[in-house]
RNA sequence: UCCUCGGUAGCUCAACUGGCAGAGCGGGUGACUGUUAAUCAUCAGGUUGGGAGUUCAAGUCUCCCCCGAGGAGCCA
């Protein structure tokens, strides 16, 4: 049986396997946290109760030693989980090698981030990949409840969507190729076939940034929308945020609990959120001591400062043209704007969400792409969509990693992924 | 790439203006019939990241290198 199931089957006897998470002497009673990657329950050895052969196993029983629990549940309202099982035999399967080096003291970020293979066992890890396994999840739930097709895009690619300084160069044969920094240029023609499309799958981005907020490899979350404009890819992003954030309050309560979540922040998450122009947020920052100028781009300073005011996630949108991608659709008001948003989480979690209105105009986006100096043979294909019957449409990345961090209330998007990839680090 | 901080026992850390390298956890042994990072007693455990230099004496000071963390720029 397994330990999440334990709590409706109280008063039988079972057969739980799992391994020796923590462990407990006093003298004729032991106690032995046991964990089975669906939780952690705890076992109890009476002498006398359990068969003599298995209390002497227990016997300093070694962390991470897999084993076997023959016993009855009980409802223990001291046992975390509420019950905990009354061992009347106990067998060792596998004993480890060497001592297990994690305690459950505290230890170094270099050193974990060493045996992220080990550290996934903790709780902590635990209940991180719980909720990151939720918020996937609730994103392709919301998706398919929406009539949305999934349309992965290609990992290798010719080209890239955001600059040629953060690209990873591969061999592909006689050619180069590159790990693919979005799947959104492949979305687009996508929408002009399928409507309603998303993809979900890595980003790779070769930028030397050390910070709790970046990863060289991360996953996003990406639709793409005919006949949308960026408005309602605002509104669409807003409700798949709300939706994440009520199915992981709705089903993962034990996790946040575990990370110490302040639950309350994550309740006041509600439609509508705020929207602000660009221009707007230069005002906001330069009301609060903050010197950034028109023309300039964000930094996560200035991410932080904007979220304070707003106790949601807050819209920011229409940046100058100047400091965002060549795909962006000019604002016919104001040439000098695109019709763009990101999504900053609060409580300085920075960017989760960027997006935008594409631009549909064949010649403005020639003149786009000849500007940001990309080879035309490399995105001719590209081009086609708006050749062949060009649409509006609008769609967004959002940041799987910066999410989990903010609604598991996580410091670092290094534990928001199961083998992190950073500047430096490729291992485990 | 730049700035800042760090590297001492398996792990987390201490060691004053240079002067005998120490503690907790983990490990071994033992005690304890309800523990929650249990507690208590006891034992073992070290090429102080690497190299060079200064000095009677270097974990500590100087120089070079390696590794890591935090941040900036850029971004989700």
């Not at 991608?325 to 969400?353: C, H, Q, R, S």
Request: contains cysteine.
């Amino acid at each position: 049986m397994w330990i999440e199931d334990l709590k409706d089957h109280i008063g039988e006897v079972v057969t739980v396997k799992g391994w020796v998470f923590n462990r407990r002497s006093s003298g004729k009673v032991r106690f032995i946290i046991l964990r089975d990657g669906t939780g952690f329950s705890q076992v109890v050895l009476v002498k006398g109760i359990v068969s003599e052969e298995g209390f002497n196993l227990s016997h300093n029983i070694p962390y991470e030693a897999q084993i076997e629990v023959n016993g009855r549940i009980k409802e223990e309202s001291r046992a975390i989980g509420g019950v905990e099982i009354e061992a009347l035999d106990l067998k060792i399967v596998f004993l480890p090698h060497e001592e297990y080096p994690i305690s459950t003291k505290s230890h170094g970020i270099d050193f974990l981030l060493s045996h992220r293979h080990l550290w996934l066992r903790s709780r902590r890890q635990f209940a991180i990949m719980r909720i990151r396994n939720e918020i996937i999840k609730a994103a392709r739930d919301f998706f398919y409840e929406r009539k949305f097709i999934n349309i992965d895009s290609p990992i290798l690619t010719p080209t890239s969507c955001e600059g040629t300084t953060t690209l990873f160069e591969v061999n592909y044969f006689d050619e180069k190729a590159y790990l693919s920094q979005s799947g959104q240029l492949y979305l687009e023609p996508a929408a002009a076939a399928l409507g309603k499309v998303f993809c979900f799958g890595p980003a790779f981005r070769a930028e030397k940034s050390k910070t709790r907020r970046h990863l060289t490899e991360f996953w996003a979350i990406e639709p793409e929308v005919a006949f949308m404009d960026y408005k309602g890819a605002e509104e669409l992003a807003s409700s798949l945020i709300v939706y994440m954030i009520e199915r992981v309050l709705e089903n993962r309560q034990q996790e946040l609990e575990i990370l110490e979540r302040d639950v309350d922040a994550l309740k006041r998450i509600k439609l509508p959120f705020p929207v602000i122009s660009y221009e707007e947020a230069i005002g906001l920052l330069n009301k609060k001591g903050n010197g950034t100028k028109y023309g300039e781009d964000f930094g996560g300073d200035e991410e932080t400062l904007l979220s304070e005011s707003f106790d949601r996630p807050l819209i920011i949108e229409k940046y100058p043209k100047s400091i965002k991608p060549f795909y962006m659709k000019e604002d016919t008001e104001n040439p000098e704007l695109v019709l763009n948003f990101d999504i900053i989480a609060p409580e300085g979690y920075g960017e989760i969400v960027g997006g935008s209105q594409r631009e549909d105009d064949y010649d403005k986006l020639l003149e786009n792409i000849k500007e940001h100096g990309i080879e035309m043979d490399t995105v001719d294909w590209y081009l086609d969509i708006r050749k062949y019957g060009s649409f509006v449409h609008s769609g967004f990345g959002l940041g799987l990693e910066r999410t989990v961090a903010w609604i598991s209330g996580i410091h670092h998007v290094r534990e928001a992924i199961p083998y992190p990839r950073t500047l430096g680090r490729l291992y485990p």
